[in-house]
Each structure stands twice: as C-alpha cells, then as structure tokens.
C-alpha cells in the first residue's frame, strides 16, 4: 500500500467523521447543560441520600468521555509510532482537528484502517446521546413559559424551537448566532467554551427582530 495503512478512500471516510465532531460537542453539551432536574428521575435507586442521586444525563457524559477517550487514543498512536510525545490540543474538538490536519501521518501508522470504524461507531453513540439522530425528542417542559428560564446551547435552542410553534420556524442555530453577533443576546455562561443562553432571552429577541422587520416591510 506504498506505506499507507489507510487507502485514500478511507482516508476521506474518516475526514468526513471528524468533520462531524465540532457538531457533535456542541449538541451533547447542550444535552448536559439543559434542565437536568426536568430530564431525569430522582427518586433513589438504592439510597435515599442525595449523593446518590446522579443531577445530569449520564449517557450524554459518558458519550463525550468515550469520544474524547478515542481521540487521544488515536493522537497518541500517532505520535507513539513517531516515537513522538502528543503536545496538541487536549479538548475534544481540538484533538479531532488535529487528527484531521495530520490524516497522512494517521493514514501511515500500523492500525489505521481500524479507525474509520472506530470513529463511526463512536459518533453514531454519540449522536443518539446528543439526540441528533432517530426520532426527535417531544418538548418536555409544557409551554413556553415553564421553558424561559432553562439554559441552552444554541444546538439544543434550535432543537426546542422545533416544538414552541410556528413563529419560531426560523430560530435555527445560525440564527442564534446571528443574535448573538450582533448584540441582541448575551450568553449567562459558557460550557467548555460554548456559549449558554437563557431560552427566553433568545425567544424574545427573535420575536423581536421579526417584528421590527415586518414593520419595515410594511412601511
């Protein structure tokens, strides 16, 4: 294979799957970010005691430690076979960058046509954590009002705007950052560099940045 452990088509296989990871972070922390005391039973398995009582979705968090998990290893591989020490990013969006921006020293490492596979089944598990695949999710929360104060990335903003009618066909991801950039919302934290919103700051600025529209339009 002229020292190639992973042929080109490969190759663009698992360029193709790291493309996906920016995405896939994003959504899983909107997942671990969104009304955990609304998404999960807690009433105690075993104990009564609260430290037993697990306050986030446990299989969104461990789809986004398996993911980072399988990152290292791969960057780890890489540079091992290099007699080499992995000194790239240590985040998980970061580490799957560097895969991609190393994909033919990856391609050249004993092992490599593994890793289409490896990383296909890992971001299939993760998807259906970030509930990004299968049927959607139902809205959870009852009505707009009970939803206002619950905090979101701007993946899972547009994945609830899907369920609050049809005023809000347009509050897609993109959207949300467009408010953003151009001051109409401000995040109140930030999840591993993500930004957090309050839900009802960005259902409010929407509607109004629609309405002043329409009324521009009628003028």
């Known amino acids: 294979m002229n020292g190639y452990y992973l042929d080109t088509t490969g190759q663009a296989d698992l360029l193709a799957l790291l493309a996906q990871i920016p995405d896939v972070v994003d959504a899983l922390a909107g997942v671990l970010c969104d009304g955990f005391p609304q998404r999960i039973s807690y009433e105690p398995r075993v104990s009564s005691s609260p430290a037993a009582r697990i306050p986030y979705d446990t299989s969104a968090h461990d789809a986004a430690n398996y993911l980072d998990n399988e990152l290292w290893t791969w960057a780890n591989h890489v540079c091992e076979h290099r007699h080499q020490r992995y000194e790239g990013p240590a985040s998980t969006i970061g580490m799957a960058d560097w895969l991609r921006k190393h994909i033919i020293s990856l391609a050249m490492t004993p092992g490599a046509d593994e890793a289409p596979h490896a990383f296909r089944r890992i971001i299939r598990s993760a998807r259906r954590a970030a509930r990004m695949s299968g049927e959607p999710e139902m809205w959870r929360y009852g009505s707009i009002d009970a939803a206002r104060d619950t905090e979101l ?67």
Do not use: C, F, Q
């Open 153 to 219: 990335n701007a993946s899972g903003i547009a994945l609830a705007a899907k369920e609050l009618g049809p005023e809000y066909a347009r509050l897609t991801r993109e959207r949300v950052k467009s408010l953003r950039r151009t001051g109409r919302i401000t995040p109140v934290r930030e999840y591993d560099g993500i930004p957090i919103y309050r839900l009802g700051d960005v259902l409010d600025a929407h509607r109004a940045t629609a309405t002043r529209r329409r009324e521009k339009v009628s003028a």
